[in-house]
């Protein structure tokens, strides 16, 4: 009887310790996807960061900077712990990824058709190599930013080539046209002649339709039409381009003409018609249509040298004196001591110049969210939103880089991409 007590007691006494036992279940949520602007990514990753810290979420991986607001990709976490019971924990997972890939393409998979690669969701580390291609997984984003109204996208609201593409739905502030304001712009190559550093809106259609123009066209001098003046252009994944298109009149769907550098030691070696590419969309685009897919390479490929004889589409340039190259990007980009800032229209980039109407290469930010996207992307959509608006223009140019402006801090507006400018 002794022994069967002692046995009982001790089967007691491990019962015991097995109920005390703590039980976590873990609960990971769907991860919310962010894509979008390039040009305006430095400004919503400063966004980001605030909502990270307000909302305890932290950084756990990067590609191309350990400075989120410099970086391509990102991924934050949240752990959240919930002591159900004495012996029962509950562990929520919540994920943030991030990519900024170009906001036509950003459109494209948001509206309905395409996908873009983020980040593998259990990545870990900072200031990874900026490589999508491994990045290990591709998705939809539920939010997205761009410089352009999706009515201006091809990817607006109904069909293109075929495919059909839902209403995005805009988080703005109340009243506003959009979150904020960035200038874009036209600069030149180093050698670009300085009494020719303006590029008129006929012009830039000329050049974007033909993808050359005479140098004439830039200076009015009838012997510089010997002289060429070539087109490095971006992707048609970018809302570059699209501003561009439509504010010199050439048509967000109309085709274009665009030349790739091949340069070897800073001189360039040839200048070839870019190549038929198709975008994240599936959309194909003909023969000198393709474009660089960032600004940091197309300028690069401006600052080479150009040689007295070049080549062009392996036949010398039919141009018989030099030749030169320009560009269309946010203004940023162009504030390089490389390259030549043109003036457009005869009016030079600047936040006074935007601020007054004379100049009227510039649009706002919007930011979009999905169909059917979640509690979570509709906060951080509205956060970031409301955070971008309320920074001065001197703070967004501090803390995110040249170029921005708070929307209040215009005297005029405008209701359509490239549209007429009104005073307020």
Do not use: C
Request: charged share 10%.
């Amino acid at each position: 009887m002794k022994t069967k007590a002692i046995t009982l007691l001790a089967s007691i006494v491990a019962s015991a310790s097995l109920s005390a036992v703590t039980i976590t279940n873990t609960v990971t949520n769907p991860p919310v996807y962010l894509a979008g602007s390039t040009a305006f990514g430095p400004l919503d990753h400063t966004a980001l960061v605030a909502y990270a810290a307000t909302n305890r979420y932290t950084l756990i991986a990067s590609t191309g900077s350990a400075d989120p607001v410099k970086a391509k990709a990102l991924l934050y976490k949240k752990l959240t712990t919930n002591q159900v019971s004495p012996t029962k924990v509950t562990v929520t997972e919540d994920t943030i990824n991030i990519h900024v890939t170009g906001s036509e393409i950003a459109i494209a998979a948001a509206a309905g058709n395409a996908v873009i690669p983020f980040l593998n969701n259990n990545s870990v580390g900072l200031n990874q190599p900026d490589s999508p291609a491994t990045y290990g997984t591709t998705n939809k984003p539920s939010v997205l930013t761009s410089p352009a109204w999706q009515a201006t996208s091809r990817y607006r609201k109904g069909k293109y080539q075929g495919v059909a593409y839902k209403a995005l739905n805009e988080i703005a502030p109340a009243g506003k046209a959009g979150i904020a304001a960035q200038i874009w712009g036209w600069s030149a190559s180093p050698n670009f002649p300085t009494n020719g550093l303006n590029i008129t809106d006929q012009t830039a259609r000329k050049i974007l339709r033909d993808g050359h123009a005479p140098l004439s066209y830039f200076t009015g001098i009838p012997a510089d039409a010997t002289n060429g003046v070539w087109l490095v252009g971006r992707d048609i994944d970018a809302g570059a381009r699209v501003i561009v298109l439509a504010e010199a009149g050439h048509g967000v769907l109309t085709d274009v003409k665009q030349y790739r550098v091949n340069a070897s030691g800073g001189v360039v070696t040839s200048l070839s018609l870019e190549a038929a590419t198709t975008n994240g969309a599936g959309i194909p685009s003909p023969i000198g249509g393709g474009g660089y897919s960032s600004a940091s390479t197309q300028l690069a490929a401006l600052t080479n040298s150009i040689p007295a004889i070049l080549q062009v589409d392996g036949a010398p340039s039919p141009y018989a004196g030099k030749n030169y190259l320009v560009q269309y990007n946010a203004h940023a980009q162009n504030i390089n001591a490389n390259v030549k800032t043109l003036a457009y229209n005869g009016v030079l980039p600047s936040y006074n110049a935007v601020s007054s109407g004379g100049y009227s290469l510039w649009s706002y930010e919007h930011i979009y969210l999905a169909p059917k996207a979640s509690v979570t992307a509709s906060n951080i959509a509205q956060f970031e939103a409301d955070y971008i608006s309320g920074l001065s223009s001197s703070s967004m140019q501090s803390s995110a880089g040249a170029g921005y402006l708070n929307i209040d801090d215009l005297l005029i507006k405008r209701s359509v991409d490239a549209g007429t400018i009104n005073v307020k």
